[in-house]
C-alpha cells in the first residue's frame, strides 16, 4: 500500500490539469489542488499507523495487506468491518470528501468474486484486483455523458461521447468526454462506463465500454471547475475557510482526445448487456451506497456537533424550540448510521458467496440522504440565523488592534469569547454557505444519481426481488377478510350474529 509521501510522489506523472486557463505543472504544490492532495496523504498514511491500521486494513486472499473494503466480503462480519474502515478514514475529513480512493472499492471489490460477469475479460477483473488490493491506488470515475443536448437520441450527440474510434491488434483508440470527475486531478486512474443506454442506434455499439486509463496517459485532458481551495488561500486563512482550503475535491470533465487503451485495462467491449447491467449485476449500486451512507452519517455526526455548539454559544440550545431541530439532527444521524449497519448485518449473496450490502437500505439511503442534508442545511438557517452574517470578515479583523476591543465585545457569545465564537460561526458558514458549501448540497442532492431515478430504481428493485407482490399480498389478507356479505374470516364470525338493518 502506498505511503503518503509515495501517493504525493506519484502524482507528479506529467498529467494535464487545465484551472483558469492555465495547465498545472504538479498538483501537490498548486495552491488549487496542495492541501487537498495532502488531505488523501494522510488517509494513506493511516494505513501504516499502528493503532489506525488495525481498522483499516486486513490480508486479502491472495496475501496482500489492504485497506478492508478494497478486499471480497464473505460475511455480514467482513461488511461490518469495511463500514468502520470507511467510517475511520471518512473522520478525517469529517465526511467532506467523499470521492476518497475507498470509494471506488466499491467496484473493484468484487472485481475477483464477480469476474465471469465481464465476458472475454474475466482475467483482466481478476488482475485488476489483485492491483487494487495490492496497491490501493486512487481511482476516480466517470459514468455520465456531457450535458450537451439532452433532447436529442444518443446518436446525434455520439462525437461527444466516449466511443471506440479504432481497434488495433493491442487494445482501443477511444474519444469524447465524461462528467464528473470529482478529485480527478488527484487520482490515479479513471474508471469508464456509461449510467444509462449506451446502444447508439444502427448496431453501433462504439459507446458499450468499460475501461480504465491513468490519469496521465496522452490525450487525457481535465478541465476542473473553479477551485475553492485556491479562493481561500487567496481570500483568506484556514481561519476563514477551514473545510474549503483542505477538503476540496475538485470536480473536473475528462477529456479523451484519441486515447489508447490497452485490452488488459479493459473490462467491456461493444457490449450493450454488460455496460447497460453492470450497475445494478455486480452489486456496485450496493457497495458504493454503503459507502456513500457510512460517509454520510459521519458528516452528519459532525454537523450535529456544530449545531450542539453553536446553539450553546448563542445560548439558545434551552429553548425549547431549539431543542426540537436538535433532536431532529440527532435522529437523522442515527438513522443513517442504522441504515449502515443493516446493510451490513442483513447482506446478499451473489456469486461465489460474495456478500452484498442489503439492497433495499441501499436504495432507502440513495432516496433519503437528498432530503436529509436539505432539511439539515435549513435548520442551521433558522437556528443559528443572523449569526451566520453578523462575522467579520476575515482573521486579519482579530489583528487589528483598534478593532480588537470591539470584536471582544460585541462578538463574543453565551460562555465562549468572540475570537472562539466566530471560528465556530465560520466552520458553519463553509460548511453550508460559502461555495464550498454550496457545491456540498448539490453533490449530496445528486450523489446517488437524479431525483427521479433514485426514486425509481427503489420502485424496480422491490419489483424484481418480488417485494412489490409481498406487500401486495399483505393487502391481500386483509381484503380477503370480508365481502359484501359480511366476514368470510371466521375469526370475526359470530354464531348467532344478528343482523341490523341499515335504511
Not at 68 to 97: C, H, V
Not at 284 to 299: I, Q, S, W
Request: proline content about 4%; aromatic content about 12%; hydrophobic content about 40%.
Amino acid at each position: 500500500m502506498l505511503t503518503g509521501q509515495q501517493y504525493l510522489e506519484s502524482l507528479k506523472d506529467g498529467r494535464e490539469v487545465y484551472l483558469n486557463g492555465e495547465k498545472i505543472n504538479d498538483v501537490t504544490k498548486h495552491p488549487a489542488y496542495r492541501n487537498s492532495a495532502r488531505s488523501i496523504a494522510r488517509m494513506y498514511d493511516a494505513l501504516h499507523d499502528p493503532e489506525m491500521g488495525k481498522v483499516l486494513t486486513a490480508e486479502t486472499e491472495y496475501g496482500d495487506r489492504t485497506h478492508k473494503f478494497f478486499r471480497t466480503p464473505n460475511s455480514a462480519r467482513d461488511l461490518l468491518e469495511s463500514r468502520d474502515a470507511i467510517a475511520q478514514w471518512a473522520k478525517l475529513s469529517y465526511g467532506f470528501m467523499g470521492r476518497t480512493p475507498d470509494y471506488k472499492a466499491s467496484f473493484t471489490g468484487q472485481l475477483d468474486a464477480l469476474s465471469e460477469y465481464y465476458q472475454g475479460f474475466e482475467g483482466n477483473a481478476k488482475a485488476w484486483y489483485k492491483k487494487a488490493t495490492k496497491d490501493v491506488p486512487f481511482i476516480n470515475h466517470t459514468i455520465i455523458n456531457p450535458q450537451v443536448d439532452r433532447s436529442k437520441p444518443l446518436h446525434e450527440n455520439k462525437d461527444v461521447f466516449v466511443r471506440a474510434v479504432e481497434e488495433r491488434d493491442d487494445g482501443i483508440i477511444v474519444s469524447g468526454a465524461k462528467m464528473v470527475g470529482t478529485a480527478a486531478a488527484l487520482t490515479h486512474y479513471n474508471f469508464v462506463s456509461n449510467y444509462g443506454p449506451t446502444d447508439l442506434g444502427d448496431g453501433d455499439q462504439s459507446h458499450a465500454l468499460i475501461f480504465f486509463v491513468p490519469m496521465n496517459a496522452p490525450g487525457v485532458k481535465m478541465i476542473s471547475r473553479q477551485s475553492y481551495e485556491l479562493q481561500a488561500s487567496v481570500t483568506g486563512s484556514p481561519y476563514d475557510y477551514p473545510l474549503s482550503s483542505r477538503f476540496d475535491e475538485n470536480d473536473a470533465v475528462i477529456v479523451l482526445d484519441n486515447v489508447f487503451i490497452p485490452w488488459e485495462d479493459v473490462l467491456a467491449y461493444k457490449n450493450t448487456d454488460i455496460t447497460n447491467g453492470f450497475l445494478m449485476e455486480t452489486g456496485f449500486v450496493n457497495r458504493f451506497t454503503f459507502h456513500g451512507c457510512t460517509r454520510f452519517a459521519v458528516k452528519l455526526d459532525f454537523m450535529a456537533g456544530l449545531l450542539l455548539k453553536a446553539t450553546e454559544a448563542a445560548g439558545t440550545k434551552q429553548f425549547r424550540g431549539v431543542q426540537a431541530n436538535i433532536g431532529e439532527v440527532l435522529a437523522l444521524r442515527n438513522m443513517f448510521w442504522g441504515l449502515s449497519t443493516a446493510m451490513a448485518t442483513e447482506p446478499e449473496f451473489g456469486q461465489n458467496g460474495v456478500a452484498i450490502p442489503n439492497g433495499f437500505y441501499a436504495n432507502s439511503y440513495r432516496v433519503l440522504a437528498p432530503m436529509t442534508w436539505v432539511r439539515v442545511k435549513n435548520i442551521f438557517e433558522q437556528v443559528v440565523a443572523g449569526g451566520l452574517i453578523q462575522l467579520p470578515s476575515s482573521a486579519n479583523d482579530f489583528l487589528n488592534d483598534d478593532l480588537r476591543p470591539y470584536l471582544d465585545k460585541y462578538y463574543r457569545g453565551s460562555g465562549i469569547n468572540a475570537e472562539d465564537r466566530v471560528k465556530l460561526m465560520k466552520m458553519i458558514w463553509d460548511a453550508i454557505g460559502t461555495e464550498f458549501g454550496g457545491r456540498h448540497e448539490l453533490y449530496e442532492v445528486n450523489y446517488a444519481g437524479n431525483h427521479e431515478n433514485i426514486r425509481l430504481e427503489a420502485l424496480k428493485h422491490a419489483d424484481a426481488v418480488g417485494a412489490s407482490d409481498n406487500l401486495k399480498s399483505f393487502v391481500n389478507t386483509a381484503l380477503a377478510d370480508y365481502d359484501l356479505h359480511g366476514w368470510t374470516n371466521p375469526v370475526w364470525q359470530e354464531e348467532t350474529s344478528e343482523k341490523v338493518e341499515v335504511k
